[in-house]
T-cell receptor, first 117, second 114 residues
Framework: GAVVSQHPSRVICKSGTSVKIECRSL??????MFWYRQFPKKSLMLMAT?????????EQGVEKDKFLINHASLTLSTLTVTSAHPEDSSFYIC?????????????FGPGTRLTVL | GQQLNQSPQSMFIQEGEDVSMNCTSS?????WLWYKQDPGEGPVLLIA?????ELTSNGRLTAQFGITRKDSFLNISASIPSDVGIYFC??????????????FGKGTLLTVNP
């Protein structure tokens, strides 16, 4: 089946630094990828929709200047948390549909645990 | 915005028992999905429902898409220890342009005692 990977799996950083998280589709091309964040014991909240070759679409309340998304190729989207603060500590998960337009068939990555000290 | 109410929040059951959980929505979805998430992992799709009234099974799992398109339930029969995890319902809705997005319920934490 379709596989989505994320790197790193966990990262610890100091407050004020920036962190980049990669999401890769390993055996398919993804024109669209989705970024979610999940707080402990909470649901997944969609942050943004990443479209290859164009600007990401951010959900209401998500700061686009703080969470920079770049979808430069059909197999890679990156999320950069800029000037991270402790409240940005969370579990970040990406997903991608293996067939263009079939957004119901999203495969999720294993997630990235971000801890900001 | 769209909200999904999922219940129960948590369940503690004995191995072999059946489990039922459900989701309701304030608005209509054209697709309902059920996911399972293990600790420290991303969600894995269990069942997808595409038509109102549809009843679909996947092994010991059975899910139904409500007639009103505003609700869905998931049943797990004869639970086993590896069923432990968090189960999420999700509705797929149109978000503009050519994009659709998933709205997730708050999850049901299932604990199975051997």
């Amino acid at each position: 089946g379709a596989v989505v990977s994320q790197h790193p799996s966990r990262v610890i950083c100091k407050s004020g630094t920036s962190v980049k998280i990669e999401c890769r589709s390993l055996d398919f091309q993804a024109t669209t990828m989705f970024w979610y964040r999940q707080f402990p014991k909470k649901s997944l909240m969609l942050m943004a929709t990443s479209n290859e070759g164009s600007k990401a679409t951010y959900e209401q309340g998500v700061e686009k200047d703080k969470f920079l998304i770049n979808h430069a190729s059909l197999t890679l989207s990156t999320l950069t948390v800029t000037s991270a603060h402790p409240e940005d500590s969370s579990f970040y998960i990406c997903s991608a549909p293996p067939r263009q337009g079939f957004h119901n068939e999203q495969f999720f990555g294993p997630g990235t645990r971000l801890t900001v000290l | 915005g769209q909200q999904l109410n999922q219940s129960p929040q948590s369940m503690f059951i004995q191995e072999g028992e059946d489990v039922s959980m459900n989701c309701t929505s304030s608005s209509i979805f054209n697709t309902w999905l059920w996911y399972k998430q293990d600790p420290g992992e991303g969600p894995v799709l269990l069942i997808a429902l595409y038509k109102a009234g549809e009843l679909t099974s996947n092994g010991r799992l059975t899910a139904q898409f409500g007639i009103t398109r505003k609700d869905s339930f998931l049943n797990i029969s004869a639970s086993i220890p590896s069923d432990v995890g968090i189960y999420f319902c999700a509705g797929l809705g149109y978000s503009g342009g050519s994009n659709y997005k998933l709205t997730f319920g708050k999850g049901t934490l299932l604990t199975v005692n051997p």
